[in-house]
């Protein structure tokens, strides 16, 4: 067995099938359909999340520790001294540097795989709906299902936005992929400590939260409205999962002079 069969048996097959499934179920509403799978996604990957909150916490509890405190004053002049204590002091409390980014990075086959999802899904050439009708379970009626319906409120869900994007004044607004930056900034930096100077893997962590925006910006303007779409529910719940946790700083999202500002002041 190959690996596009195992692809195909693993990922793609029930994600085509799931998004099916739900799709008959909404009205044959296909924008709905992948707002309420990414739900289930989100509920699915539960475990993941929670991994990155106990990451996040334990990089929390360190920064504030008076041991690496002390750390950054005795080798505040030797990084690589610096850096070594660090990774010490990672193990001995339990903490992993890369432990928020980790989740983001597993997602990218859930991404990978709805994007080919709906690919095939919106099928509209016969070529395109007979390859759709050969990654469906023997118990779906195609002749009902498909063609789906790919439009959602203004979105083209089967095309990228750059090609019918909303012109105002005469200039496109690429409102999903600003949507899409908009929220993966705001989840990144409301669930990521403030970087205390000389930490190499917050400061990873930071790096990550200035680009991946711009990086998942880029993917929701370039590929099909409907992973754009995918991108903001998921960003949306995220932040509902952190919020009704208790897990949300919204200091975070203050320039880090005037968050550690505050935190001293009280």
């Known amino acids: ?9 693993l990922i793609l097959n029930p994600m085509i099938n799931s998004l099916m499934w739900i799709y008959s179920g909404l009205a044959q509403n296909f924008g709905l359909a ?3 799978f990414t739900i289930l996604v989100r509920v699915i990957t539960y475990p993941l999340t929670a991994s990155q909150m106990k990451s996040t916490q334990g990089m929390q509890e360190m920064q504030k520790s008076k041991k690496w ?3 950054q004053k005795k080798y505040k002049g030797d990084k690589e001294k610096l850096a070594q204590e660090q990774m010490k002091l990672y193990k001995e409390m339990g903490v992993s540097p890369f432990g928020s980014c980790l989740p983001t990075i597993i997602q990218f086959p859930v991404i990978i795989g709805l994007y080919q999802a ?6 509209v050439t016969p070529i395109q709906l007979l390859e759709l009708t050969r990654h ?3 118990f779906y009626n195609s002749a009902i299902l498909i063609p789906l319906n790919n439009h959602f409120l203004w979105m083209d869900l089967s095309v990228p936005e750059k090609d019918y994007g909303i012109t105002i004044a005469g200039f496109g607004i690429p409102i999903l992929a600003i949507l899409v930056v ?5 989840q990144s930096r409301l669930m990521t400590p403030p970087t205390a100077p000389g930490d190499s893997g917050a400061n990873m962590g930071r790096a990550m939260t200035l680009y991946m925006p711009l990086f998942m910006g880029y993917l929701a303007y370039s590929f099909p409205s409907g992973l754009a779409l995918y991108f903001v529910t998921s960003n949306l719940v995220g932040i ?11 200091r975070n999202l203050l320039p880090e002079r005037f968050s550690s500002g505050s935190k001293t002041s009280k």
């Open 118 to 123: 709906i690919i095939r899904a919106l099928a």
């Open 1 to 9: 067995m190959d690996i596009g069969t195992i692809w195909d048996l």
């Open 34 to 36: 992948i707002i309420v």
């Open 69 to 71: 405190q002390d750390i």
């Open 240 to 250: 509902l999962q952190y919020g009704f946790l208790g897990k949300l700083d919204w």
């Open 136 to 138: 469906l379970y023997p």
């Open 182 to 186: 908009g929220t993966t900034f705001l």
